[in-house]
């Protein structure tokens, strides 16, 4: 029998909340993250590359597929860190990145994770949390097409706000992003509990 403390069942998350630096910075933090990449996914366009999704042509999000521990960090409690941590109400647009590369999206991996980002959603937007209209997009992800095949982004990109802290984009706005999460998560912070 295998222990679940020693192997646990992870899960796959894939999330869109604007440039993919700020988004797995944030991520690599939370408590039952076992891994994050950056990546592509939702475009026309096979094989992308950074500067084609830059070019905004390829109908491609800056998104993060995130493997997790459920038992640690179920995917609502995800999803609130995901919302509390970018602008779903800003369509093709975070801050100063314009496009629709930086549009935020949940693509679901199943029916589950796609029932609960509309719950998530509809209980936002109930509550009036923003003050403006949710925009994000709940896609159902089909790997057997090119808008559902998950494209890892260049490896440059992985850990780059980790390995870049200093570089100009990351000092400016990453850290800030971060520093945010970290005062409103605490209860989330990897080694917290």
């Not at 009036?128 to 925009?135: E, H, L, T």
């Not at 800030?176 to 989330?188: D, G, Y």
Request: charged content about 20%.
């Amino acid at each position: 029998m295998t222990d679940p403390v020693r192997s646990p069942q992870l899960a796959v998350a894939t999330v869109a909340g604007g440039c993919f630096w700020c988004t797995e910075a944030v991520f690599e933090q939370v408590e039952g993250v076992h891994a994050v990449e950056s990546g592509y996914v939702g475009g026309q366009m096979p094989n992308p590359t950074y500067a084609r999704v830059c070019d905004g042509d390829t109908g491609h999000a800056e998104a993060l597929r995130i493997t997790y521990d459920p038992t640690v960090l179920p995917y609502p409690a995800l999803l609130e860190v995901f919302f509390g941590t970018h602008d779903p109400t800003t369509k093709d647009r975070q801050g100063h990145d314009v496009g629709s590369q930086y549009r935020s999206a949940v693509f679901a991996h199943d029916a589950e994770q796609e029932a609960t980002a509309r719950a998530t959603i509809a209980a936002l937007e109930a509550e009036g949390v923003y003050g403006a209209p949710i925009v994000t997009e709940v896609v159902r992800l089909d790997p057997t097409t090119v808008e559902g095949t998950w494209y890892p982004a260049e490896a440059y990109h992985q850990g780059y706000f980790r390995a870049n802290p200093n570089q100009g984009y990351c000092a400016a706005v990453v850290a800030p992003k971060v520093a945010k999460f970290r005062q409103r998560f605490t209860h989330r912070l990897r080694g917290a509990a």
